[in-house]
């Protein structure tokens, strides 16, 4: 009877010290170590380490055989099926690294394995870790590809503010910018290059198109710079002042008309122009022709003049005139576009006329014989088609005043003025 109690207490304190493990369940992971394993694995996939999808899922625990010993429960157990990746080492107190045995931790995966909740770990020396002496190619897990650094983000990497002070400049290449021309031997290739690989006659015909494409080219142009109704004191009047020129980039001909009158008058003034123009720089042309006059005691001129674009953009004309009476005289005009939107301009423009004699049949003292001023504000429906307002003032001056009275006319007269320009 006495044997029989012996086996019947040993048999119920069996489970006690020999445990099967298979039936020792672990606890699911919890759901703060989940996210903490999360956020490893995207850090770790943000520096490039190949991270498996459903990592930090939770898994059961493989059965263990029992062990007889097992004071604390687990002593004795083999771990060697274990898997570490899902583990919460936060919980581990005091784990000194230095006794540990890595040389039997082949196949461990470390890239789940949430180090930065265990106290006992001292990360202060961590900074100064040594990356290029590790062997990287020895730590990887069975089934991982190499790191490629080049493929890292390091955009997410925290590297810290960076102290411009430490930096380096003396070793930059800061080697200034020329400012001289090109040398010689950049210019130096044979003009006539491709004449090698594709014969002259094939290139002189491309040049040729070329040259009438693009550079030859003729072009013709026309403008209505003003054509203006003028209210003014004794009686209205009017004005036109056109231009255009067909011909290519160097040479062309030019023509020029313009003119005023009172409405239920005779004309005051009118003449038409023809011009050669040849370019003398990138701004400017010589123009060389004749002037006739279509009012008044008529006369011929020849015409000796410039026009093109002065510094600040001044738009200017000026010109001789010598008659066939020995008559020489000159204008000059010049006028700005003052941009004040992309579509409203403001254009102050300037004219005087001069003459080296008196000429009494026509008015004209000697020296300065007129000045005009205006002012005229245009709004560009488009480039081509523009009407405006504005005011413009004449004076006569010197001599030519002295004529002016003599005819019953004001020397200074006020316009107000309401135009269009245009252009095709």
């Known amino acids: 009877m006495r044997l029989l109690f ?24 919890q759901t703060t ?10 850090r770790h996939r943000a520096m490039g380490h190949p991270v498996s999808e459903g990592a930090c899922a939770t898994k059961a625990h493989p059965a263990a055989p029992a062990q007889s010993g097992h004071a604390d429960g687990h002593t004795g157990m083999d771990h060697s099926q274990t898997d570490h990746s899902q583990m919460d080492h936060g919980q581990m107190q005091s784990m000194h690294h230095s006794t540990m045995d890595h040389s039997k931790m082949e196949g461990v995966d470390d890239s789940a394995m949430d180090h930065s909740q265990m106290p006992g770990m001292d990360h202060s020396n961590m900074g ?29 990497m925290d590297q810290g503010p960076m102290d411009p002070g430490a930096m380096d400049h003396g070793t930059m290449d800061m080697a200034p910018i020329p400012q001289a021309p090109p040398p010689a031997a950049a210019g130096s290739g044979p003009p006539r290059a491709a004449d090698a690989i594709w014969g002259a006659e094939a290139m002189r015909a491309s040049r040729d198109a070329l040259r009438a494409e693009n550079g030859g080219m003729k072009v013709f142009w026309f403008q209505g710079d003003r054509a203006e109704y003028r209210a003014r004191e004794d009686s209205d009047a009017y004005l036109w002042d056109v231009q255009g020129y067909y011909g290519g980039d160097l040479d062309k001909f030019w023509f020029k008309s313009e003119g005023e009158g009172a409405f239920g ?14 370019a003398i720089g990138p ?11 279509l009012t008044g005691p008529e006369r011929t001129h020849a015409v000796l003049g410039v026009q093109g674009l002065a510094p600040y953009m001044f738009e200017v004309d000026a010109a001789a005139f010598l008659s066939t009476k020995g008559d020489l005289t000159a204008r000059v005009e010049a006028e700005l576009d003052q941009r004040i939107t992309q ?4 254009q102050p423009r300037a004219e005087v006329y001069l003459a080296a004699q008196d000429i009494p049949e026509l008015g004209v003292g000697a020296g300065l014989d007129s000045v005009e001023l205006g002012l005229r504000l245009r709004y560009e429906f488009a480039r081509e ?24 006319e004001d020397p200074s007269v006020t316009n107000y003025v309401v135009g269009v320009r245009f252009w095709f």
Do not use: N
Not at 33 to 42: G, H, M, P
Not at 265 to 278: D, N, R, V
Not at 343 to 346: D, E, H, Q, S, V
């Open 265 to 278: 008058e005779k004309l005051e003034s009118a003449e038409i122009q023809g011009l050669w123009s040849h």
């Open 33 to 42: 170590t989940q996210t903490e394993c999360e956020k490893e694995a995207s």
């Open 128 to 156: 100064s870790m040594d990356h290029a002496a590790m062997d990287h190619e020895g730590t990887q897990s069975s089934g991982q590809a190499p790191m490629d650094h080049q493929a890292m983000d390091h955009g997410a």
């Open 6 to 29: 012996v086996m019947l207490l040993a048999s119920t304190a069996t489970p006690a010290f020999a445990q099967d493990h298979s039936g020792h369940a672990m606890p699911a992971a």
């Open 343 to 346: 579509r409203l301009i403001l």
């Open 385 to 408: 088609f523009a009407p405006y307002v504005g005011v413009e003032q004449e004076w006569k001056v010197g001599q030519s005043a002295d004529y002016a009275r003599l005819a019953g």
């Open 283 to 293: 701004w400017w042309d010589l123009q060389a022709g004749v002037r006739q006059d």
